[in-house]
């Protein structure tokens, strides 16, 4: 702390003090006066200092993490490894789904290879003649009754674990996507490398300026539930901080926008709030979305009332969990306990009526309090 000192020529207790109240902005500020002052008083660890305090302070432990830069040899090594080896669990997952498929598909290949050359045989003869006899027709027509009776049965029952496994198949194949294509980005120098000071710098800005992010956590674990996002807690990398947008987009979006687009980019796409002709949109919705303010309705300016598309809700986050339901369960109404809190979807217009009926409270606690209420009415 001498050399600082020396370079302010402030006391200790006062060159720390004003270190801590410099706001994220001011620090990137501060770091370009020069090389060194600035880069000396606003290094790498002072990002890291007030990244974990401001972690810490917002209770985002468990649901946020970011990349920190390896002081040792050992330190290092041991990332590598746990990086190969998740690259590897991802390979081995792809390739047993493939082998899977593959031996599926072979036996049923050979199960149904001897009745389908049976029935082309029998159509074939059928289609020469020109007419069938009683004992043509009748078990073709025989199959066909048990082939729909079984495309019906399959559609009643199999649904929901058909949906399952195309959604993984589809995050399998995004996966692999993003790393070539970020891969050939990077090599034909589309993208900058985004460095550990900017990406610090940038997070840090995030954090502290997204607001009370007490409540994004219960969205968070629900969203994971659902199983939209693979594990927790989320490690935030180079491509999360530039889906968020510039400065001047991330400052006009509500609180409860700024926080979710910080890992939207990770969910399905019909989740992920975008930017068509500079306004927000969620998903591949050609629609904006549409925050009402309070001097409209009255509702907490953190998380306010959304509309999109013919979509209106009591806010940004119910509209968030009525999609993730609509996306997951093909717009069944169902209720799930988490933490014990209930997340539910109810009737658009029915949560825009008691929320214009209800008295503005404060931002941290509202999703809180509806939770609670719909618990209650659940349970009664």
Same mark, same amino acid.
């Not at 890291?48 to 401001?54: C, H, I, M, S, Y």
């Not at 409209?296 to 993730?324: E, K, Q, W, Y």
């Given at each position: 702390?001498?050399?600082?000192?020396?370079?302010?020529?402030?006391?200790? +207790?006062?060159?720390?003090?004003?270190?801590?109240?410099?706001?994220?902005?001011?620090? @990137?500020?501060?770091?370009?006066?020069?090389?060194?002052?600035?880069?000396?008083?606003?290094?790498?660890?002072?990002?890291? @200092?007030?990244?974990?305090?401001?972690?810490?302070?917002?209770?985002?432990?468990?649901?946020?993490?970011?990349?920190?830069? =390896?002081?040792?040899?050992?330190?290092?090594?041991?990332?590598?490894?746990?990086?190969?080896?998740?690259?590897?669990?991802?390979?081995?997952?792809?390739?047993?789904?493939?082998?899977?498929?593959?031996?599926?598909?072979?036996?049923?290949?050979?199960?149904?290879?001897?009745?389908?050359?049976?029935?082309?045989?029998?159509?074939?003869?059928?289609?020469?003649?020109?007419?069938?006899?009683?004992?043509?027709?009748?078990?073709?027509?025989?199959?066909?009754?048990?082939?729909?009776?079984?495309?019906?049965?399959?559609?009643?029952?199999?649904?929901?674990?058909?949906?399952?496994?195309?959604?993984?198949?589809?995050?399998?194949?995004?996966?692999?996507?993003?790393?070539?294509?970020?891969?050939?980005?990077?090599?034909? @120098?589309?993208?900058?490398?985004?460095?550990?000071?900017?990406?610090?710098? $940038?997070?840090?800005?995030?954090?502290?300026? @997204?607001?009370?992010?007490?409540?994004?956590?219960?969205?968070? =674990?629900?969203?994971?539930?659902?199983?939209?996002?693979?594990?927790?807690?989320?490690?935030?990398?180079?491509?999360?901080?530039?889906?968020?947008?510039?400065?001047?987009?991330? +400052?006009?979006?509500?609180?409860?926008?700024?926080?979710?687009?910080?890992?939207?980019? $990770?969910?399905?796409?019909?989740?992920?709030?975008?930017?068509? +002709?500079?306004?927000?949109?969620?998903?591949?919705?050609?629609?904006?979305?549409?925050?009402?303010?309070?001097?409209?309705?009255?509702?907490?300016?953190?998380?306010?009332?959304?509309?999109?598309?013919?979509?209106?809700?009591?806010?940004?986050?119910?509209?968030?969990?009525?999609?993730?339901?609509?996306? $997951?369960?093909?717009?069944?109404?169902?209720?799930?306990?988490?933490?014990?809190?209930?997340?539910?979807?109810? +009737?658009?217009?029915?949560?825009?009526?008691?929320?214009?009926?209800?008295?503005?409270?404060?931002?941290?606690?509202?999703?809180?309090?509806?939770?609670?209420?719909?618990?209650?009415?659940?349970?009664?």
């Amino acid at each position: 702390m001498g050399d600082r000192s020396y370079l302010l020529g402030l006391p200790d +207790d006062v060159s720390l003090h004003l270190l801590r109240c410099l706001k994220a902005d001011s620090c @990137g500020a501060l770091r370009a006066t020069s090389m060194s002052v600035g880069c000396h008083l606003v290094n790498e660890d002072f990002f890291t @200092g007030r990244l974990d305090a401001a972690i810490r302070t917002n209770g985002l432990n468990s649901v946020l993490s970011y990349r920190k830069r =390896h002081k040792t040899a050992q330190a290092s090594l041991k990332a590598a490894c746990r990086g190969l080896s998740t690259a590897i669990g991802h390979l081995g997952s792809l390739a047993a789904m493939i082998i899977g498929f593959s031996t599926a598909s072979a036996i049923l290949f050979a199960v149904l290879l001897f009745p389908l050359q049976w029935l082309i045989q029998k159509i074939l003869a059928v289609r020469i003649s020109g007419s069938a006899t009683f004992s043509e027709w009748f078990p073709l027509f025989l199959i066909g009754a048990y082939l729909n009776a079984f495309k019906a049965e399959w559609a009643r029952r199999d649904v929901v674990k058909m949906r399952e496994m195309m959604m993984c198949f589809g995050d399998v194949f995004v996966w692999v996507a993003r790393l070539v294509w970020g891969g050939l980005r990077l090599a034909i @120098g589309i993208d900058k490398r985004m460095s550990q000071i900017e990406y610090l710098m $940038r997070l840090l800005y995030v954090i502290e300026e @997204g607001g009370c992010w007490e409540p994004i956590v219960p969205l968070i =674990h629900f969203v994971r539930n659902c199983g939209m996002m693979p594990s927790l807690p989320i490690v935030v990398t180079a491509d999360d901080l530039k889906a968020v947008g510039s400065r001047a987009v991330f +400052d006009a979006r509500p609180g409860a926008v700024r926080q979710y687009s910080l890992f939207s980019r $990770r969910l399905v796409y019909t989740l992920r709030v975008g930017r068509v +002709d500079n306004q927000d949109c969620l998903g591949s919705s050609s629609q904006p979305m549409t925050y009402q303010t309070p001097g409209v309705l009255p509702s907490a300016a953190f998380d306010p009332p959304t509309t999109c598309g013919n979509r209106a809700l009591s806010s940004f986050t119910d509209l968030i969990v009525h999609s993730a339901y609509h996306d $997951r369960y093909d717009g069944r109404v169902i209720a799930r306990h988490l933490d014990e809190r209930v997340f539910t979807t109810i +009737d658009a217009g029915q949560q825009l009526a008691a929320q214009v009926a209800a008295q503005p409270g404060p931002p941290g606690g509202a999703i809180a309090r509806r939770l609670t209420s719909v618990k209650r009415s659940l349970l009664n």
